[in-house]
């Protein structure tokens, strides 16, 4: 059954219409003073995807031209599986996320990192803001009912809204894939879509939808003021990292930190 199409069309413009006054301002400063990076070719091809589409999918050995960062990753990430296996979480099928901590972090330091920095900001054209970093082991749940972030929605934080992805799995379509609404994005044809639909989607926005099929250690980038879903794992966990970035115009706070 999809939400009211009214209410979600009005709150939606809502929030716009004040994120875009405050764009407006805010903004402005923040890109007069942005020195344009200069990118690699998988760095310029990112952002160009991102722009066209509203996605965009690099294995990590192509972006990370040093290629220390699998290696520095990789125990962190251990580590976390290790204890979340033993969880509560692992016992009742729910989502286990931990949030890093605001220090040292080799999770959270790759998000700030100039192979991923330079891809968000030059999308921006100004320098983002990181809102958090999280890592999730999503556990396989058969054929449950979809909630949360499983449910076709926008992310409310900005417009837009920048979410990149490392996955540490292989995505299948049975591992909780990436999906997406491509002309959903604010300014494209559909538009108008309700930010939440519950079910299905309408005929016309499903023949636009995309699904992300990837290989481990892919990073995915997405402008997800776009309407889209994820994580619903039927057969295979899917484990991966997230950071969100805004604009200096968001209202949202930072949440980095265990709490």
């Known amino acids: 059954m999809n939400s ?3 209410l979600s069309r009005v709150s939606w413009r ?4 004040v994120t875009d006054l405050r764009r407006a301002t805010l903004n402005r400063v923040a890109r007069w003073c942005f020195p344009t990076p200069a990118l690699t070719p998988a760095q310029a091809q990112m952002v160009a995807e991102l722009r066209a589409r509203g996605y965009t999918t690099m294995p990590l050995a192509r972006l990370d031209g040093a290629g220390t960062w699998r290696s520095r990753l990789e125990a962190p990430v251990r580590a976390f599986v290790d204890e979340a296996r033993t ?3 692992w016992r009742t099928r ?3 996320k931990l949030r890093t901590p605001a220090g040292r972090d080799p999770v959270l330091d790759f998000g700030q990192h100039s192979a991923m920095r330079e891809v968000v900001d030059a999308f921006f054209g100004l320098r983002a803001k990181l809102l958090y970093a999280e890592l999730w082991l999503i556990h396989p749940v058969g054929d449950a009912g979809r909630r949360a972030s499983q449910i076709w929605h926008r992310d409310p934080e900005d417009r837009p809204v920048l979410k990149s992805f490392l996955y540490f799995s292989e995505v299948t379509a049975e591992a909780g894939p990436f999906e997406y609404v ?6 494209l044809a559909l538009a ?4 939440r639909v519950h079910g299905e989607l309408s005929d016309r926005a499903a023949k636009s939808a995309v699904r992300v099929i990837c290989p481990a250690w892919t990073v995915m980038i997405a402008d997800t003021s ?6 619903y794992a039927s057969a295979h966990e899917r484990l991966s990292a997230t950071w969100a970035y805004v604009t200096p115009a968001s209202m949202y706070r930072r949440r980095l930190g265990d709490a």
């Open 14 to 17: 809502l929030t716009a219409r």
């Open 94 to 96: 729910t989502p286990c």
């Open 4 to 6: 009211d199409p009214l």
């Open 226 to 231: 776009g309407l889209h879903r994820g994580g």
């Open 182 to 187: 491509p002309p959903s994005r604010p300014g």
């Open 192 to 195: 108008d879509l309700p930010a």
């Open 87 to 89: 969880g509560s979480s």
